[in-house]
């Protein structure tokens, strides 16, 4: 999911993609994943706010990954993001469950908010 925020990211704001091998290289622990998420979190979010204010959605940039490269849509993309990363954590909360694990939150932003709001 990380990977694929910041792939994403790279892409639409017209940067070369970051390097997978350096990343993998600076270790895959817990605590550096999270670092990764926190830094790609802030960057998504720096890219898709003005996009989305300025009423860009439907503007294009070019996927230079894709050979050819092909032209896609910032919203397309943002939407992509958000729905991929629902995708596998929905997958991971059904291994859990499977494996067991019991009280696991429902695994959406409103669920997560209400929990952070009890703490």
Not at 54 to 81: M, W
Request: net charge neutral.
């Amino acid at each position: 999911m990380i990977r694929n925020m910041e792939v994403w990211t790279d892409l639409m704001a017209g940067r070369p993609v970051r390097d997978d091998a350096r990343l993998r290289a600076q270790g895959q622990t817990v605590d550096g994943l999270l670092r990764r998420l926190d830094i790609v979190a802030v960057e998504l979010a720096e890219v898709s706010r003005p996009i989305a204010s300025e009423n860009r959605l439907d503007d294009c940039f070019v996927d230079q990954l894709d050979n050819p490269p092909t032209s896609k849509t910032y919203g397309g993309a943002i939407v992509h993001v958000i729905t991929h990363s629902m995708h596998h954590r929905a997958q991971l909360l059904y291994m859990l469950r499977k494996l067991g694990v019991r009280d696991l939150i429902e695994g959406d932003m409103l669920s997560w908010e209400a929990q952070l709001k009890r703490k």
